[in-house]
């Protein structure tokens, strides 16, 4: 076998012979016209000359003739070289031509005696002649993959080669932009209006998570990575936008595991005059539109299960769930028996506090057993301090996450507006935390004190919303660049 370095020195001395001995550009500055492969195969049999482009796939020669599969954008056709019936300069480029280089050929195109259509190469251009040979995957008529690149680190750290010849790695790629486009094509046929907000932020707000710091050189302070869009997505709300979004990156410096990554993509809309009630209608309407872009329909495989994305979605409340699913009131435990009961669970390693400890016993007694499309509702207020009380239930707020497959997939409020309330909430968040140290974002108040109307606001993991459309197995599927640790 033929080493990978051996083979590039193969390729860099056909590399050199094309421009030296045949005196052509092999990464020429423009090419002629090209029409896409897959036109050229819908369009089928056709004397005239045709002109396409893409890159070689497969090479096969027979004496004074040479086969080649040219493919692009996921559509492959066979293109047909005879030495007497080409110039000898062309005829000598197909001899250097390797897996991988990207050539564009005209003929006319005709059906060879077992059916397939093939390029009749009348003219041959190399456009890029590739110097690092790529693994062999192979597909068969039925569209079957075999020798799939199955190194998931090769994968993650070289998208270009797991895109090359993984089709369901290609496939995962073109259904999360589909997935992208169906939500903001919901979302702006609603009414709602598209904002950008700053990625770096003096203050980070919006949820408890740990940020990434940077040093603004010029204001010489120090800014944070935006942890979640809200309070400026707030600003804008009570800035007289009754419906707006933003669909972008939030940064989180925590762990990496299968469902978390500290770069992610988060959808988040608020709506004046609604609720958590009318939350939970967008996240199933965009849920329903998003799987039909995808190409799954309304019923799709995720993590083993069969996943109905119909609506109206299971609703359940937190509290009944929990102590339907434990046995137990934990809401009346002190926070000692709470510890216990963890640790004898062997989950929630060094959280101390009571919500956090309810907060993980939910995750270990409920989220699992959440397999269809599921509303958990009706938080406590300690887990909630950022959504407007229950009318009628003292400690509890108008607040709901989804889930699907026991998967968190986004969380949702019907929004507090009360300025004097919301300083008291964020005086306190501020005072545990050693990166505020004390500080409160009084633009982001300042901004409710001339008033918000009440609203629902909903966040969406959109990378996790993938992962169940596409029965991803990790996050990393579908993300086309994860954060990964550096080679050393």
Not at 304 to 320: E, K, M, Q, S, W
Request: proline share 6%.
């Amino acid at each position: 076998m033929i080493e990978q370095g051996d083979q590039m020195d193969i390729r860099r001395a056909k590399l050199a012979e094309v421009r030296d001995v045949l005196g052509l550009d092999p990464y020429p500055p423009r090419t002629g016209p090209v029409t896409p492969v897959a036109s050229v195969v819908q369009a089928g049999e056709t004397p005239g000359p045709v002109s396409t482009a893409g890159r070689i796939r497969a090479r096969r020669e027979h004496g004074k003739a040479l086969f080649v599969d040219i493919w692009s954008e996921g559509a492959s056709i066979q293109a047909y070289f005879r030495k007497d019936r080409l110039p000898g300069a062309v005829w000598a480029l197909a001899g250097l031509l390797d897996l991988g280089d990207i050539v564009r050929v005209s003929g006319g195109v005709f059906r060879t005696r077992t059916g397939e259509l093939t390029v009749d190469v009348q003219g041959m251009e190399l456009l890029c002649k590739s110097l690092r040979p790529l693994p062999v995957v192979k597909t068969d008529a039925e569209g079957r993959t075999f020798d799939a690149l199955a190194d998931t680190e090769l994968m993650y750290r070289h998208r270009t080669t797991d895109l090359l010849v993984n089709p369901a790695s290609r496939a995962r790629a073109l259904a999360r932009s589909r997935i992208v486009t169906a939500l903001r094509s919901y979302l702006d046929r609603n009414g709602f209006v598209e904002a950008e907000t700053p990625v770096l932020q003096p203050l980070y707000g919006g949820a408890s998570a740990e940020p990434f710091t940077t040093e603004y050189v010029h204001l010489g302070e120090r800014f944070f990575l935006r942890i979640a869009t809200e309070l400026y997505l707030k600003r804008l709300l009570a800035g007289g936008i009754d419906r707006v979004y933003e669909l972008g990156k939030d940064f989180r410096n925590e762990g990496i595991d299968r469902t978390h990554s500290p770069e992610f993509t988060q959808l988040e809309l608020y709506e004046a005059y609604g609720d958590y009630g009318t939350m939970m209608t967008r996240f199933e309407e965009m849920v329903g539109e998003a799987a039909e872009a995808a190409g799954t329909g309304m019923e799709v495989a995720f993590r083993g299960h069969r996943i109905c994305l119909r609506a109206p979605f299971a609703r359940v409340g937190f509290v009944d769930s929990l102590r339907d699913a434990s046995g137990e009131d934990f809401f009346s435990w002190e926070p000692g028996a709470l510890r216990k009961r963890c640790d004898d669970l062997g989950i929630a390693p060094g959280a101390a506090d009571r919500e956090s400890l309810i907060d993980k016993l939910f995750d270990h007694y409920v989220t699992s057993g959440l397999v269809q499309p599921t509303f958990v509702l009706d938080y406590p207020q300690f887990l909630s301090p950022l959504a407007k009380p229950k009318p009628g239930c003292p400690g509890i707020t108008e607040r709901f996450e989804p889930f699907i497959a026991g998967l968190e997939m986004g969380n949702a409020f019907s929004e507090q507006n009360d300025p004097v309330l919301q300083r008291a909430i964020l005086q306190e968040q501020a005072a545990g935390s050693a990166e505020r140290m004390g500080e409160v974002d009084e633009d982001f108040l300042h901004a409710l004190e001339i008033g918000m109307p009440p609203a629902g606001g909903l966040g969406v993991g959109v990378d996790r919303l993938a992962m169940v459309l596409t029965d991803a197995s990790s996050i990393r599927d579908v993300i086309l660049f994860p954060q990964l640790r550096r080679l050393r």
